[in-house]
């Protein structure tokens, strides 16, 4: 079976009105950025996957700390379709190492 880089993205929209609310979208957050997630835009956040074995793992990973609370959206697609975005306003945040390059250093 071929590799296929592909992309995971998590869209969520959690309430953060009450005290409990704020520090399970501060603890989701950091889950999500401690998982190697990046922000593509507020409660947008994105990470590279070697194939859809690992996305699915991941997705499970995500679904064990998902709040009782909001809603969250999981996509999974291709790195080539991920390429195809289109900036209609705004431009991409370059200052982010974003693509599958691996740096080794031994």
């Given at each position: 079976m071929r590799n296929r880089v592909m992309r995971t993205i998590v869209f969520f929209d959690l309430p953060n009105v009450y005290a409990k609310d704020k520090?399970?979208?501060?603890?989701?957050?950091?889950?999500?950025l401690n998982e190697g997630f990046i922000m593509m835009q507020?409660?947008?956040?994105?990470?590279?996957?070697?194939?859809?074995?690992q996305s699915l793992l991941?997705?499970?990973?995500?679904?064990?700390k998902v709040p009782k609370?909001?809603?969250i959206q999981v996509?999974?697609?291709?790195e080539k379709q991920y390429a195809n975005i289109e900036y209609l306003i705004g431009d991409?945040?370059?200052?982010?190492?974003?693509?599958e390059d691996r740096l080794v250093i031994l």
């Open positions: 520090r399970n979208y501060i603890l989701f957050r950091k889950f999500l507020e409660s947008v956040y994105s990470k590279l996957v070697l194939n859809s074995q991941l997705i499970d990973r995500i679904r064990k609370k909001g809603i996509l999974t697609i291709t991409n945040n370059t200052k982010i190492i974003n693509n």
